[in-house]
């Protein structure tokens, strides 16, 4: 089911507020890769991004083109691995928060 327009609104715009918000929606894309749900950890991720620092920031940050940054983490993207930690390093400094594995 698709995310209308007005729901992703609600979203980006409560995460400009609530920091806490923000360290939830990074959190679950992590965790939603972790648990073997790709899709989902980019989707969530896109709204991370979206929401915090956007395309061509992150894209200026990391010395990439947003173009690339887009195709490697929409539905049929596949960031390498050191793409995936490079943008989740600039997502935490933005986020403020410092994600861990912990085993269970």
């Not at 327009?5 to 609600?10: G, L, N, P």
């Not at 939830?24 to 972790?34: H, I, K, P, R």
């Not at 989707?43 to 990439?64: M, Q, W």
């Amino acid at each position: 089911m698709a995310l209308t327009k007005e729901f992703r609104e609600t979203v980006y715009d409560r995460a400009q507020r609530d920091s806490k918000f923000r360290k939830a929606l990074l959190t679950e894309a992590v965790n939603a890769y972790l648990n073997g749900d790709e899709g989902t950890g980019k989707a969530v991720l896109r709204d991370v991004i979206n929401a915090t620092i956007g395309f061509e920031k992150l894209a200026a940050d990391l010395k990439k083109p947003s173009k690339s940054l887009h195709r490697m983490l929409g539905p049929s993207g596949n960031p390498n691995t050191a793409n995936f930690f490079a943008i989740l390093q600039v997502l935490q400094k933005r986020v403020g928060v410092r994600l861990t594995v912990k085993a269970a």
